[in-house]
């Protein structure tokens, strides 16, 4: 029986390690890090399944994740640390010289938990799909999950990856879409609207479904959807609704927190709306 | 002189197909991606015998090098095929960050490199993949030069741990290197010793610095001949070594100046052992459409411009 209180507790811990990450380097992507907390707590707690102390690069037998929009690493890092891939207290180095937290998720350093690098947007699917049809050939029954900004859907790479992965029936695949609304020059509906995006994956062969990113109640039941609707000959796509900053007030309703630190004033502020509930890294 | 006895004339790009066939048949976890080029390559008869460890790709080169990064987790060798061009130039980025920044063991298999490409012109003819692809950290760079040797390379890169970008050709060439040699990545092939100037060649330029060579022993002067199937990392060793012998150096490649074998073979002949060096490469120009002889000769990287080269560096001793 999931308790969800737990989870919620987790998603708020992680709330205040991403604006402490952030704030330490003056450095970093609050906004989208903040809108898929509780996607990834649900994704590392909850669904997937693997294991952190032996976590290798081949991941056989394991469920696999991929981060497209590598910019979000700071919600990544610190769910990573809270699942034991690494310890909490290496939070500390995020962005700094010498340390395993790149800016962006990367394999160079060796950090466990990651298996590509990511950063440069619309290269992540087309792993995705490949670690896949490495699992179908191995005959290994293990999921692959990613993650894709919504802006990021205006690289091309990203259809060129749909497209295989439909026409393949690469059905052991998980794809979610954070579906903020916003980029960096402003509203995704001004920058380059992406139309109808369900009916874009549709028509691309995806079994689409949406749920609230938001909502740890929504996210649970949406995973498990998802998982639910693999192995039928088609990707699975979760277009997830979420809002930039979620959990921090004065960083929701804005793209401008895209990739901008909080000072002090505004840490002390963001803290003060996620109590501290398993400790500080 | 040494001799060399030419077997039988083939493309490099068949040598690519047949090491492919055989590897697919040594080792379960080979695959293989193409992007819409499965016949130029020559990677049907590996599809025929294997094809659930084909993957067609279609016309999405970006797709299928983000593909071929994912599928080595998992502990597959994928080894992807289109032409040079698309194989570089059109998924630089792609190849930067999911394949060599994330160290994936992905063997990138170019075709049609170079002016040889012939007809379709300066669109398709790449002339500077061997510099983008030396410049990214971790990558091995090889451009064999017969048959034989494109067979050979093909088999021994499996077994190297890293992405390899393995670089051939379209045209029919003089097949002349040893059948099932073994190939050592990074080891320079003395072809022909002399002692007046050192020939430097990779790929194509290799046959036709051997004639040179010929050439220049009926004018007097004695070249020696190494064959620099691996450019990255390159054999400084052999490098040095000979031109301390000779005193004057010549480069030889089918690719621009900028970024080249030649480019490599200055870094080090400046740092060790300055030493007169020219070289034979296309000098910042697109190429054209036209047979391969043709754009050999009029873009400057012919036998009579091994020739030439050859000249001029014993010239400047």
Redesign the interface.
Same mark, same amino acid.
């Given at each position: 029986m999931t308790d969800i209180s737990k989870l919620k507790d987790l998603t708020t811990q992680v709330r205040r390690d991403i604006v402490r990450m952030v704030h330490a380097v003056n450095s970093g992507h609050p906004g989208g890090s903040l809108g898929c907390a509780e996607f990834f707590v649900a994704l590392y707690n909850e669904v997937m399944d693997y294991d952190a102390d032996t976590f290798n690069?081949?991941?056989?037998g394991e469920d696999?994740f991929?981060l497209s929009n590598g910019h979000i690493s700071p919600v990544w890092y610190s769910v990573l640390a809270r699942a034991g891939f690494f310890p909490i207290d290496e939070l500390n180095t995020f962005r700094k010289l010498d340390s395993r937290l790149q800016g962006h998720p990367?394999?160079?350093e060796g950090l466990p938990g990651v298996?590509? *690098?990511?950063?440069?947007l619309?290269?992540?699917?087309?792993? #995705?799909?490949? *670690? #896949? @049809?490495?699992?179908k050939?191995?005959g290994?029954d293990k999921l692959v999950f990613s993650l894709h900004g919504d802006g990021e859907l205006q690289e091309?790479?990203i259809w @060129? #990856?749909a497209?295989?992965a439909a #026409?393949?029936k690469v059905d052991n695949i998980i794809s979610t879409i954070d579906y903020n609304g916003r980029q960096i020059d402003g509203d995704l509906s001004d920058v380059l609207d992406l139309g109808n995006l369900r009916a874009k994956w549709e028509a691309f062969g995806w079994d689409v479904l949406e749920m609230n990113g938001n909502d740890m109640e929504d996210v649970l039941r949406g995973l498990a959807d998802a998982k639910s609707r693999t192995g039928k000959g088609k990707p699975v796509m979760i277009i997830m609704a979420t809002e930039m900053g979620n959990g921090v007030d004065f960083m929701m309703g804005s793209h401008k927190w895209h990739g901008v630190a909080p000072n002090d004033e505004q840490l002390a502020d963001a803290l003060s709306q996620n109590a501290e509930t398993l400790g500080d890294y | 002189m040494e001799n060399f006895t030419v077997q039988n004339t083939k493309d490099t790009r068949s040598g690519f197909g047949e090491g492919l066939l055989e590897l697919g048949r040594k080792n379960p976890n080979v695959v293989a991606l193409c992007a819409d080029l499965t016949g130029s390559l020559k990677m049907n008869a590996f599809e025929d015998e294997f094809p659930e460890r084909f993957f067609q790709t279609g016309i999405g080169e970006a797709n299928m090098m983000g593909l071929a990064a994912g599928m080595t987790i998992g502990g597959k060798i994928p080894f992807t095929g289109t032409f040079a061009n698309f194989s570089t130039g059109r998924v630089y980025d792609q190849i930067r960050q999911s394949i060599a920044y994330s160290g994936k063991n992905v063997k990138i298999c170019a075709s049609h490199a170079g002016l040889t490409l012939g007809e379709d012109g300066a669109t398709h003819q790449i002339l500077e993949d061997i510099g983008m692809m030396k410049m990214l950290p971790g990558m091995t760079v090889i451009n064999p030069c017969d048959f034989n040797q494109t067979k050979a390379a093909t088999i021994a890169i499996a077994d190297h741990e890293g992405p390899v970008y393995l670089r051939f050709g379209r045209p029919k060439v003089e097949n002349f290197t040893p059948v099932d040699q073994k190939f050592e990545i990074g080891k320079a092939l003395h072809l022909i010793t002399g002692t007046d100037v050192s020939i430097f060649a990779t790929g194509h330029l290799v046959w036709k610095s051997i004639e040179a060579a010929r050439a220049l022993a009926e004018k007097g002067i004695s070249a020696e001949v190494i064959n620099i199937h691996t450019i990255k990392p390159l054999d400084a060793e052999a490098v040095i070594k000979s031109a301390q012998k000779t005193g004057c150096v010549v480069t030889a490649e089918e690719h621009m100046m900028n970024g080249g074998l030649g480019d490599s073979v200055a870094q080090v002949l400046a740092r060790n052992c300055p030493t007169p060096l020219e070289m034979v490469a296309v000098n910042d120009t697109f190429g054209e459409s036209g047979t391969p002889a043709e754009l050999m000769t009029k873009y400057g990287i012919d036998t009579a411009d091994v020739i030439a080269a050859a000249e001029r560096a014993v010239a400047r001793k």
């Amino acid at each position: 029986m999931t308790d969800i209180s737990k989870l919620k507790d987790l998603t708020t811990q992680v709330r205040r390690d991403i604006v402490r990450m952030v704030h330490a380097v003056n450095s970093g992507h609050p906004g989208g890090s903040l809108g898929c907390a509780e996607f990834f707590v649900a994704l590392y707690n909850e669904v997937m399944d693997y294991d952190a102390d032996t976590f290798n690069m081949d991941g056989k037998g394991e469920d696999l994740f991929f981060l497209s929009n590598g910019h979000i690493s700071p919600v990544w890092y610190s769910v990573l640390a809270r699942a034991g891939f690494f310890p909490i207290d290496e939070l500390n180095t995020f962005r700094k010289l010498d340390s395993r937290l790149q800016g962006h998720p990367t394999t160079h350093e060796g950090l466990p938990g990651v298996r590509v *690098a990511s950063g440069s947007l619309g290269q992540g699917l087309s792993v #995705a799909v490949g *670690a #896949a @049809e490495t699992k179908k050939l191995n005959g290994d029954d293990k999921l692959v999950f990613s993650l894709h900004g919504d802006g990021e859907l205006q690289e091309g790479q990203i259809w @060129e #990856a749909a497209m295989y992965a439909a #026409a393949n029936k690469v059905d052991n695949i998980i794809s979610t879409i954070d579906y903020n609304g916003r980029q960096i020059d402003g509203d995704l509906s001004d920058v380059l609207d992406l139309g109808n995006l369900r009916a874009k994956w549709e028509a691309f062969g995806w079994d689409v479904l949406e749920m609230n990113g938001n909502d740890m109640e929504d996210v649970l039941r949406g995973l498990a959807d998802a998982k639910s609707r693999t192995g039928k000959g088609k990707p699975v796509m979760i277009i997830m609704a979420t809002e930039m900053g979620n959990g921090v007030d004065f960083m929701m309703g804005s793209h401008k927190w895209h990739g901008v630190a909080p000072n002090d004033e505004q840490l002390a502020d963001a803290l003060s709306q996620n109590a501290e509930t398993l400790g500080d890294y | 002189m040494e001799n060399f006895t030419v077997q039988n004339t083939k493309d490099t790009r068949s040598g690519f197909g047949e090491g492919l066939l055989e590897l697919g048949r040594k080792n379960p976890n080979v695959v293989a991606l193409c992007a819409d080029l499965t016949g130029s390559l020559k990677m049907n008869a590996f599809e025929d015998e294997f094809p659930e460890r084909f993957f067609q790709t279609g016309i999405g080169e970006a797709n299928m090098m983000g593909l071929a990064a994912g599928m080595t987790i998992g502990g597959k060798i994928p080894f992807t095929g289109t032409f040079a061009n698309f194989s570089t130039g059109r998924v630089y980025d792609q190849i930067r960050q999911s394949i060599a920044y994330s160290g994936k063991n992905v063997k990138i298999c170019a075709s049609h490199a170079g002016l040889t490409l012939g007809e379709d012109g300066a669109t398709h003819q790449i002339l500077e993949d061997i510099g983008m692809m030396k410049m990214l950290p971790g990558m091995t760079v090889i451009n064999p030069c017969d048959f034989n040797q494109t067979k050979a390379a093909t088999i021994a890169i499996a077994d190297h741990e890293g992405p390899v970008y393995l670089r051939f050709g379209r045209p029919k060439v003089e097949n002349f290197t040893p059948v099932d040699q073994k190939f050592e990545i990074g080891k320079a092939l003395h072809l022909i010793t002399g002692t007046d100037v050192s020939i430097f060649a990779t790929g194509h330029l290799v046959w036709k610095s051997i004639e040179a060579a010929r050439a220049l022993a009926e004018k007097g002067i004695s070249a020696e001949v190494i064959n620099i199937h691996t450019i990255k990392p390159l054999d400084a060793e052999a490098v040095i070594k000979s031109a301390q012998k000779t005193g004057c150096v010549v480069t030889a490649e089918e690719h621009m100046m900028n970024g080249g074998l030649g480019d490599s073979v200055a870094q080090v002949l400046a740092r060790n052992c300055p030493t007169p060096l020219e070289m034979v490469a296309v000098n910042d120009t697109f190429g054209e459409s036209g047979t391969p002889a043709e754009l050999m000769t009029k873009y400057g990287i012919d036998t009579a411009d091994v020739i030439a080269a050859a000249e001029r560096a014993v010239a400047r001793k």
